[in-house]
């Protein structure tokens, strides 16, 4: 790399950071010093407020008001206020998203609820056969306990292979591995043309882009909260049901805090209307009031403007890669397209694992995804354009 250039990409990434209106908000995280972190899209930054948030909880709320804080500290309707504040980031009207439970938990109930939703006579499950191992082996499971048949087809031909045979359809918005984006209106608008429900995993969307539930008329859809909505390592996820199918939702899961009447404790279950439908057991209230709390770093965030900063970001990092790693030693797998790009980008390159490791060891922290891509995922409440530029610059140092 000549000094020109050196200048030109350091200057260029000073004014679009002295221009982000975002830029502010990464005083909402804490971070460690001297780190640039881009795997965001694995486990989510900590958010200031966090820590005080979570001593409140166990000293005050459990070590002082114990048993009442059920009522007196709002534990028992956490899963649905703290899902009603997710909502807006997925396009979701309140009282559709229920907190609680793995995405693995969640993705069983809503394929098994959606088998059980769909019309008689319909024969076969579609499920991306590029998704994130979870997704495949609980469609799996769901497809035969619910007497389907099991289809894995790619994304870029599930559209062509729905038809008046399938009943449900699982996709990911973003794919894990390769940050591809797919189509969830189009894809979304087929399924329900061949009289199917459609199921989305936003793990890697939610937070990130707008997604648009409701715009779109999506069937039921489940993420994490642990990426890019920062609520923590085992932080619990979410169940959206669209609010014209939650009266005849039969979920495989019917624990008593998804009873009609809890505390009646009665043999014969009765479900409970609206959202609560979709609660098991107890909630994970330590886990889960972390989350309500990380949820404060969106306040006044526009998800628009997110996605205009990670496209901003991810088009930077790949001409800083461009410019900086000599031709030839890495290959880029995430879409040029903007219609067709997550919030990560992926880079294909021999000996992965090796380059990541060093990577982290110079204080850049991306992952890798086997056999062969690196990964850095692109936060814009927290990740700046220089950041991106030392990225990309100390891989290029790496490849000498
Ligand atoms: C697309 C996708 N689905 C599901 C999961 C994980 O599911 P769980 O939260 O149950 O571990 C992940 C990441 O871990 C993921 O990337
Ligand atoms: N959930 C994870 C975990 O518990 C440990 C390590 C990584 C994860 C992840 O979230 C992986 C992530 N879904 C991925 O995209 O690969």
Same mark, same amino acid.
């Given at each position: 790399?000549?000094?020109?250039?050196?200048?030109?990409?350091?200057?260029?990434?000073?004014?679009?950071?002295?221009?982000?209106?975002?830029?502010?908000?990464?005083?909402? #995280?804490?971070?460690?010093?001297?780190?640039?972190?881009?795997?965001?899209?694995?486990?989510?930054?900590?958010?200031?407020?966090?820590?005080?948030?979570?001593?409140?909880?166990?000293?005050?709320?459990?070590?002082?008001?114990?048993?009442?804080?059920?009522?007196? !500290?709002?534990?028992?309707?956490?899963?649905?206020?703290?899902?009603?504040?997710?909502?807006?980031?997925?396009?979701?009207?309140?009282?559709?998203?229920?907190?609680?439970?793995?995405?693995? /938990?969640?993705?069983?109930?809503?394929?098994?609820?959606?088998?059980?939703?769909?019309?008689?006579?319909?024969?076969?499950?579609? /499920?991306?056969?590029?998704? #994130?191992?979870?997704?495949?082996?609980?469609?799996?499971?769901?497809?035969?306990?619910?007497?389907?048949?099991?289809?894995?087809?790619?994304?870029?031909?599930?559209?062509?292979?729905?038809?008046?045979?399938?009943?449900?359809?699982?996709?990911?918005?973003?794919?894990?591995?390769?940050?591809?984006?797919?189509?969830?209106?189009?894809?979304?608008?087929?399924?329900?043309?061949?009289?199917?429900?459609?199921?989305?995993?936003?793990?890697?969307?939610?937070?990130?882009?707008?997604?648009?539930?409701?715009?779109?008329?999506?069937?039921?859809?489940?993420?994490?909260?642990?990426?890019?909505?920062?609520?923590?390592?085992?932080?619990?996820?979410?169940?959206?049901?669209?609010?014209?199918?939650?009266?005849?939702?039969?979920?495989?899961?019917?624990?008593?805090? !998804?009873?009609?009447?809890?505390?009646?404790?009665?043999?014969?279950?009765?479900?409970?209307?609206?959202?609560?439908?979709?609660?098991?057991?107890?909630?994970?209230?330590?886990?889960?009031?972390?989350?309500?709390?990380?949820?404060?770093?969106?306040?006044?965030?526009?998800?628009?403007?997110?996605?205009?900063?990670?496209?901003?970001?991810?088009?930077?990092?790949?001409?800083?890669?461009?410019?900086?790693?000599?031709?030839?030693?890495?290959? /880029?797998?995430?879409?040029?397209?903007?219609?067709?790009?997550?919030?990560?980008?992926?880079?294909?390159?021999?000996?992965?694992?090796?380059?990541?490791?060093?990577?982290?060891?110079?204080?850049?922290?991306?992952?890798?995804?086997?056999?062969?891509?690196?990964?850095?995922?692109?936060?814009?409440?927290?990740?700046?354009?220089?950041?991106?530029?030392?990225?990309?610059?100390?891989?290029?140092?790496? #490849?000498?």
């Amino acid at each position: 790399m000549s000094d020109a250039m050196l200048t030109d990409l350091q200057a260029r990434a000073a004014r679009l950071d002295a221009e982000d209106p975002l830029g502010k908000h990464r005083e909402r #995280f804490t971070l460690p010093d001297g780190v640039v972190y881009l795997d965001g899209n694995s486990l989510g930054a900590l958010p200031a407020g966090v820590p005080g948030a979570v001593a409140d909880v166990v000293g005050r709320q459990w070590g002082e008001l114990l048993i009442r804080s059920w009522d007196e !500290s709002g534990w028992w309707t956490a899963p649905e206020r703290i899902g009603d504040r997710i909502a807006p980031l997925v396009g979701a009207a309140p009282g559709q998203v229920t907190v609680g439970d793995s995405t693995s /938990v969640n993705l069983f109930k809503a394929l098994v609820g959606a088998a059980r939703l769909a019309a008689p006579g319909r024969t076969r499950m579609l /499920v991306d056969a590029t998704t #994130f191992p979870t997704d495949g082996y609980i469609a799996a499971s769901a497809a035969r306990m619910t007497g389907l048949e099991l289809v894995p087809v790619d994304p870029s031909e599930a559209a062509g292979a729905m038809d008046e045979g399938t009943a449900v359809v699982l996709l990911n918005h973003v794919d894990y591995r390769t940050g591809r984006l797919h189509d969830l209106p189009a894809l979304t608008a087929a399924a329900h043309a061949a009289g199917a429900l459609i199921v989305w995993d936003l793990c890697h969307s939610a937070g990130a882009l707008p997604v648009g539930l409701d715009a779109h008329a999506v069937d039921l859809a489940v993420g994490c909260t642990y990426k890019y909505l920062n609520g923590g390592p085992g932080a619990p996820a979410y169940l959206y049901v669209a609010e014209r199918h939650q009266d005849a939702f039969d979920s495989p899961l019917p624990g008593w805090n !998804s009873h009609a009447e809890p505390f009646a404790m009665t043999p014969q279950y009765t479900p409970a209307r609206g959202a609560a439908r979709a609660r098991v057991g107890t909630p994970d209230i330590l886990s889960m009031l972390a989350l309500e709390s990380a949820l404060d770093a969106w306040e006044g965030v526009d998800v628009e403007a997110v996605r205009a900063k990670s496209l901003a970001l991810t088009d930077f990092f790949l001409d800083c890669v461009a410019a900086y790693v000599p031709p030839g030693l890495v290959e /880029v797998v995430t879409p040029q397209a903007h219609a067709e790009r997550g919030s990560q980008v992926s880079l294909r390159t021999a000996d992965a694992r090796a380059v990541m490791t060093e990577l982290i060891s110079r204080g850049i922290v991306g992952d890798y995804r086997a056999p062969d891509v690196l990964r850095f995922g692109f936060t814009p409440l927290y990740v700046g354009f220089a950041d991106a530029e030392r990225a990309a610059r100390t891989l290029g140092h790496i #490849f000498g």
